[in-house]
């Protein structure tokens, strides 16, 4: 058995390659935009966490090492077939939002929004939540959406004269729902909200919750970068603060920062609001254009996947240990694709 953590990064790297080189198309390694250089080298393909599901599926690999957090490996397991095995590098990569809205606590709001509008509420939960959040919408008719495709679910669900219930995250649902030009029709609850009244009068109740690495920048530093750099133009995830997305040039999902920035011409100037991984690879990549962050913000979680966790993970795999893996119960897969599925039929 080989000692992982004996070896030196370039033994572990070594390792690595011999095994994807034997497994060849029997193994499929997706990676988000957010993870580090040192996983990112062994990616067969970057993305976001449901354009990487999506293709995890589609691939005939039987094993996908998805190397994200571990509500992006539950949507791949969701999304692939019974004969694949989905693993992420360190199940302790979880993730904050989602940490905002655990079923119990939603099932509880969700009773009381019942009690106001019987019937006309929808419910939507962004992809960054708990498989059992995802559940619960497909079991009340309800949608996953993604920070591209949200905007275009809530029209669906307004313009059907229903109401939006959206979680876990409140920056993405305040963002929406002012670029629908319903800011005063939106309001914020959580597990303790009091104000019963007040949620009765709005069309769209977005979730208490936030994403740590989006909520570090701030009105400040827009303005900062205005100063230094006039001619830039600053884009920044819709999960930052309404404010910070005002005051931007552009906002939009990773995938839309991604091409917006490779596509512009030689000698542009970028300022980026989200994480930092990302935001540096893009600087390395477009060395003859302005790259820059708006502030250094790294996501904890994002980091805990390490090419030793990888190594480990496949020499289990090749070993023929199946434990290591993202396992679902049944009924919740079932629901949250059908949340899934309704979000892929509207979008």
């Not at 790297?13 to 080298?41: A, C, M, N, S, T």
């Not at 275009?152 to 004269?161: N, R």
């Not at 629908?180 to 009244?197: E, I, K």
């Not at 839309?256 to 100037?269: C, D, L, N, R, W």
Request: net charge negative; glycine share 6%; with cysteine.
């Amino acid at each position: 058995m080989i000692d992982v953590k004996g070896l030196t990064d370039a033994q572990v790297d070594g390792y690595i390659w011999k095994i994807k080189r034997e497994l060849g198309d029997g193994l499929f390694i997706p990676v988000h935009h957010y993870q580090r250089d040192e996983v990112v080298q062994f990616a067969d393909c970057i993305g976001d966490s449901l354009e990487l599901s999506r293709m995890s599926a589609g691939t005939p690999s039987r094993c996908i090492l998805f190397c994200g957090v571990y509500f992006m490996a539950e949507i791949a397991r969701t999304l692939a077939s019974e004969d694949q095995q989905v693993h992420i590098p360190n199940p302790s990569a979880g993730c904050p939002l989602a940490d905002f809205a655990f079923h119990e606590d939603v099932e509880y709001v969700w009773a009381l929004l019942q009690e106001l509008h019987p019937g006309e509420y929808v419910p939507v939960t962004y992809a960054n939540s708990h498989i059992e959040v995802k559940a619960f919408c497909g079991e009340n008719e309800g949608f996953v959406c993604t920070s591209s495709n949200a905007q275009k679910i809530f029209s669906h669900i307004l313009m059907e004269k229903k109401r939006v219930f959206f979680l876990p995250d409140k920056n993405l649902g305040l963002n929406t729902a002012a670029a629908l030009g319903m800011t005063d029709d939106c309001c914020v609850v959580d597990r303790h909200s009091q104000d019963v009244l007040r949620l009765g009068e709005c069309s769209i109740v977005v979730w208490n919750g936030f994403c740590i690495v989006h909520r570090a920048f701030t009105l400040g530093q827009v303005k900062e970068w205005r100063e230094r750099e006039p001619e830039a133009r600053i884009i920044v995830h819709p999960e930052c603060d309404p404010d910070v997305v005002q005051a931007s040039d552009e906002s939009g999902s990773t995938s839309k920062i991604k091409t917006m920035v490779e596509g512009s011409p030689e000698g542009s100037k970028w300022v980026i609001g989200t994480e930092y991984n990302m935001v540096r690879r893009l600087k390395r990549e477009n060395p003859g254009k302005l790259v820059e962050p708006l502030e250094v913000s790294i996501c904890e979680n994002m980091s805990k996947n390490s090419r030793r966790d990888l190594l480990e993970i496949l020499l289990a795999y090749r070993s023929g240990d199946s434990a290591r893996q993202v396992v679902l119960p049944a009924g919740v897969k079932a629901n949250a694709l059908r949340a899934i599925s309704r979000m892929l039929r509207i979008s």
